[in-house]
T-cell receptor
Framework: NAGVTQTPKFRVLKTGQSMTLLCAQD?????MYWYRQDPGMGLRLIHYSVGEGTTAKGEVPDGYNVSRLKKQNFLLGLESAAPSQTSVYFC???????????????FGPGTRLTVL | LAKTTQPISMDSYEGQEVNITCSHNNIATNDYITWYQQFPSQGPRFIIQGYKTKVTNEVASLFIPADRKSSTLSLPRVSLSDTAVYYC???????????FGTGTRLQVFP
């Protein structure tokens, strides 16, 4: 099993360009998440999904959109990239939890995005 | 929201026991405490999780006092490969959200 994979691994954008980051998981997990990690900081939740066709906002959703058309995929879109969105983006997935924080999240290897 | 506070960094030597303490003063009744490990250029990896008292698995122990306002991750006999950033998280009841703090950078020396 590949676990959680992310595409692409690296990307450089110019301000105003758009792009989509793809996350795929083969563990049949219901829940998927997108985080960003900036130097010297922990991970901050951008958006998440508790099932196919559903999405919800996290801590820092502005400037991003997501879609969960298939259970195994979670897409993160940047419509008009800004230098402030330069970061490392991590996708994660997990099984449903009866209580928040009790489900182990499995992370992908990350996508390093630079916006010039 | 339950916010966590951890030391920014710690140093240790191979073979020593390392204890990393996390403060979470306003933890809610149903919140669980989880620790993740992150190596450079990788995503975080689950280490251990607990609610109260003590939890032990094959790689670590987690100690949580009765008031649950803090917790301690214990790594027995660390090796060079334990050099990483360790995050303490508190799960927010009924939201499925995890709030990562800034983490503790552990450096293990030979």
């Amino acid at each position: 099993n590949a676990g959680v994979t992310q595409t692409p691994k690296f990307r450089v954008l110019k301000t105003g360009q758009s792009m989509t980051l793809l996350c795929a998981q083969d563990m049949n997990h219901e829940y998927m998440y997108w985080y960003r990690q900036d130097p010297g900081m922990g991970l901050r939740l951008i958006h998440y999904s508790v099932g196919e066709g559903t999405t919800a906002k996290g801590e820092v959703p502005d400037g991003y959109n997501v879609s969960r058309l298939k259970k195994q995929n979670f897409l993160l879109g940047l419509e008009s990239a800004a230098p402030s969105q330069t970061s490392v983006y991590f996708c994660a997935s997990s099984s449903p939890s009866r209580l928040a924080g009790t489900n182990e999240q499995f992370f992908g290897p990350g996508t390093r995005l630079t916006v010039l | 929201l339950a916010k966590t506070t951890q030391p920014i960094s710690m140093d240790s030597y191979e073979g020593q026991e390392v204890n990393i303490t996390c403060s979470h003063n306003n933890i809610a009744t149903n919140d669980y405490i989880t620790w993740y490990q992150q190596f450079p250029s990788q995503g975080p990896r689950f280490i251990i999780q607990g609610y109260k008292t003590k939890v032990t698995n094959e790689v670590a122990s987690l100690f949580i006092p009765a008031d649950r306002k803090s917790s301690t991750l214990s790594l027995p006999r660390v090796s060079l490969s334990d050099t990483a950033v360790y995050y303490c998280l508190v799960g927010l009841y009924n939201t499925d959200k995890l709030i990562f703090g800034t983490g503790t950078r552990l450096q293990v020396f030979p």
